[in-house]
């Protein structure tokens, strides 16, 4: 397994959780992090990515200031901290690395894919 995200669960709205997602070195070094996720029934949507570095990041506009991105590139390792959940952000969250060392909302800009992660928001 090249790409994998983990923590999801079950949490009341307010509440927070942090996804990791673990690489391969030979795909996450140099390479920006995606999250994206898809809630049922919907298409799949950009959460939040960072630079190969982590000096640059985006997000959406439903997560800014809710949501951090961060990487530990000595653990091949991108985290997102969810806090103040909401149910709406109820959906199967997916980490994905870049062919490029900066990357955005452009799904197309993501080569590899994780099997994805079930966050569940009650309310």
């Known amino acids: 397994v090249q790409l994998q995200a983990s923590g999801g669960g079950l949490v009341q709205a307010g509440g927070s959780l942090r996804l990791p997602c673990t690489a391969s070195r030979r795909i996450f070094s140099n390479n920006a992090v995606g999250w994206f996720r898809q809630a049922p029934g919907k298409e799949r949507e950009f959460v939040a990515s960072?630079?190969?570095?982590?000096?640059?990041?985006v997000y959406a506009d439903n997560v800014q200031g809710r949501f951090t991105i961060s990487r530990d590139n000595a653990k091949n390792t991108v985290f997102l901290q969810m806090n103040s959940l909401k149910p709406e952000d109820t959906a199967t969250y997916y980490c994905a690395v870049s062919r490029y060392p900066y990357s955005g909302r452009e799904m197309t800009d993501y080569q590899y894919w994780g099997q994805g992660t079930l966050v569940t928001v009650s309310s």
């Open positions: 960072i630079s190969w570095r982590g000096d640059t990041t």
